[in-house]
């Protein structure tokens, strides 16, 4: 599976976007998909996550109730819609995928266990 995000820009605080990632490839219903962001200067971090049918979610704290994110398999696409947004959310967000199977979810929320990975997309929010 390759990946590749869209969908970042500028946009004021309080505002709403959406990210898009496309996958390209027969498998990607075999895998588990996450957001990951890196702000300037700072370690990339974990976002979102959601599992191979899309009914199991999982966010950061920081993310909770602000941001959603989905799946649609038979458009091999995954959303990351991102509502209410703070000036702290300005980042590079990637889209990230991996078909290993954990039995703790918790796995999931790092980084290194992922090996596929878009090319990022720059979200922009002005204060």
């Known amino acids: 599976v390759q990946l590749q995000a869209c969908g970042g820009g500028l946009v004021q605080a309080g505002g709403s976007l959406r990210l898009s990632c496309a996958a390209y490839?027969?498998?990607?219903?075999?895998?588990?998909m996450g957001w990951f962001r890196q702000a300037p200067g700072e370690e990339r971090e974990f976002v979102a996550a959601v599992n191979w049918s899309g009914d199991s979610t999982y966010y950061a704290d920081s993310v909770k109730g602000r941001f959603t994110i989905s799946r649609d398999n038979a458009k091999k696409l995954v959303y990351l819609q991102m509502n209410n947004l703070k000036p702290e959310d300005t980042a590079v967000y990637f889209c990230?995928?991996?078909?290993?199977?954990?039995?703790?979810?918790?796995?999931?929320?790092?980084?290194?266990?992922?090996?596929?990975w878009g090319q990022g997309t720059l979200v922009t929010v002005s204060s």
């Open positions: 490839g027969r498998t990607f219903n075999s895998y588990f």
């Open positions: 990230a995928g991996t078909p290993r199977y954990y039995y703790s979810s918790t796995y999931y929320y790092t980084e290194e266990i992922y090996d596929t």
